[in-house]
Structure formats: structure tokens, C-alpha cells
Antibody, heavy 119, light 106 residues
Framework: EVHLVESGGGLIQPGGSLRLSCAASGFTVSTNSMTWVRQAPGKGLEWVSLIYSGASANYADSVRGRFTISRDNSRNTVYLQMNSLRTEDTAVYYC?????????????WGQGTLVTVSS | DIQMTQSPSTLSAYVGDRVTITCRASQSISTWLAWYQQKPGKAPKLLIYKASTLESGVPSRFSGSGSGTEFTLTISSLQPDDFATYYCQQYSSYWTFGQGTKVEIK
């Protein structure tokens, strides 16, 4: 059974850094593409970043140059390194698995981790 | 960037009603469209992909249709468990979500 468990969220001051983790079970992250999606309080869903099975990555314009997605195959875990955080980055961050690179909808989601950027 | 626009933003309905939510894309996305259901405090759940294919385990009262720029999600007979927020998502070029449609009890 597929499970995704996010961790690493918390309260951080503007300009600070945080690393989110997404631990996967029931499948192998190295052969699947994985993504991060965020949801600001009371708002809709926003795609943030994706790492393909081949390890190339894409980013939303709003985070490019500040966030970095990576994975550790030995830990079956995906990460989101978030630097230069802004108040507008406050959100619940979900990781999700892509069904495939060709049919790239998100078939499994984690429960989310809350990031609050505030002074 | 492809923009997705859902309507209505909020929908009030009775149990047993037939409900339709519309999603429009700013340019053609063929059938590269998914629908998700989200309940408060929970992660989104995949309902439909490729515009009209029902995800395994999703009740058959949910259906999707459309292609190009116009899409619909229909719930044939609204059940108490269906009161939630629904999002469309295009995956033709990167990934973009609609703003959501909240289905409320009337």
C-alpha cells in the first residue's frame, strides 16, 4: 500500500530556511516522479516543484531560485529545501506521487505539513 | 501558463441532487484533466483523470466529461459524504489547479 508522510514544517522567520521531507512506502521514489503542492490557509492548491524519475526538476515561478527539490533513494525520501522564505510561503505543503511521466496526474498524496513564515 | 477557471465557486445543494461543476482552460489541454475532492484538514483525493476516467474505488455517481477547454464534473445523486471542495487540474503543460468549488449542504 502506498503511503507518503511529510515532516519538517514549523514556524520560521522571514528570510529563514527549512527542509521538508516526504517519506514514501509501498513504492520506490527513484523510479517515480514526485511533486510538492502547497495550500495557503483558506486558499486553493498551488503546484510548487517536481522531480522526475530521471532526476531533472521543475519549479513554479514563485519559488524558482529559492526552493530545491531532491531525493535520497536509499531512504526512499523526497525533500524540499526552502530558502529565503517569505510570509507568502505560509501554507500546508503536500507531497504527491505522479501516476507516470506521460499521464502526470497526482495519484497519491501525503497528509501535509504546515509551514508558517512569520516574525 | 495555462489558467483554469472553475464555476461556481460555491454550490448549495440537497442530498440526492444532481450537481455539475464546470472547469475551463485558457487554452486547449486535450483531455489532460483531473478532478480532486478535498475535505477540511485533509489531503486532496483523486476522483477522475484523463477528463473522464474514474479512479479505482471512486463511486460511480461521479463522472467527468469534456475535452479541449471545457470540462464538467457531475455527481448524479449527491450523498452526505460528498460535501467537500472540488478542484480541477490540468496536466497538459506543467500543472495548474482551478480555484475550487465548495459544495455545501442546502
Amino acid at each position: 500500500e502506498v503511503h507518503l508522510v511529510e515532516s519538517g514544517g514549523g514556524l520560521i522567520q522571514p528570510g529563514g530556511s527549512l527542509r521538508l521531507s516526504c517519506a514514501a512506502s509501498g513504492f520506490t521514489v527513484s523510479t517515480n516522479s514526485m511533486t510538492w503542492v502547497r495550500q495557503a490557509p483558506g486558499k486553493g492548491l498551488e503546484w510548487v516543484s517536481l522531480i522526475y524519475s530521471g532526476a531533472s526538476a521543475n519549479y513554479a515561478d514563485s519559488v524558482r531560485g529559492r526552493f530545491t527539490i531532491s531525493r535520497d533513494n536509499s531512504r526512499n525520501t523526497v525533500y524540499l529545501q526552502m530558502n529565503s522564505l517569505r510570509t507568502e510561503d505560509t501554507a500546508v505543503y503536500y507531497c504527491a506521487k505522479l501516476y507516470s511521466d506521460y499521464d502526470s496526474y497526482f495519484d497519491y498524496w501525503g497528509q501535509g505539513t504546515l509551514v508558517t513564515v512569520s516574525s | 501558463d495555462i489558467q483554469m477557471t472553475q464555476s461556481p465557486s460555491t454550490l448549495s445543494a440537497y442530498v440526492g441532487d444532481r450537481v455539475t461543476i464546470t472547469c475551463r482552460a485558457s487554452q486547449s489541454i486535450s483531455t489532460w484533466l483531473a478532478w480532486y475532492q478535498q475535505k477540511p484538514g485533509k489531503a486532496p483525493k483523486l476522483l477522475i483523470y484523463k477528463a473522464s476516467t474514474l479512479e479505482s474505488g471512486v463511486p460511480s455517481r461521479f463522472s467527468g466529461s469534456g475535452s479541449g477547454t471545457e470540462f464538467t464534473l457531475t455527481i448524479s445523486s449527491l450523498q452526505p459524504d460528498d460535501f467537500a471542495t472540488y478542484y480541477c487540474q490540468q496536466y497538459s503543460s506543467y500543472w495548474t489547479f482551478g480555484q475550487g468549488t465548495k459544495v455545501e449542504i442546502k
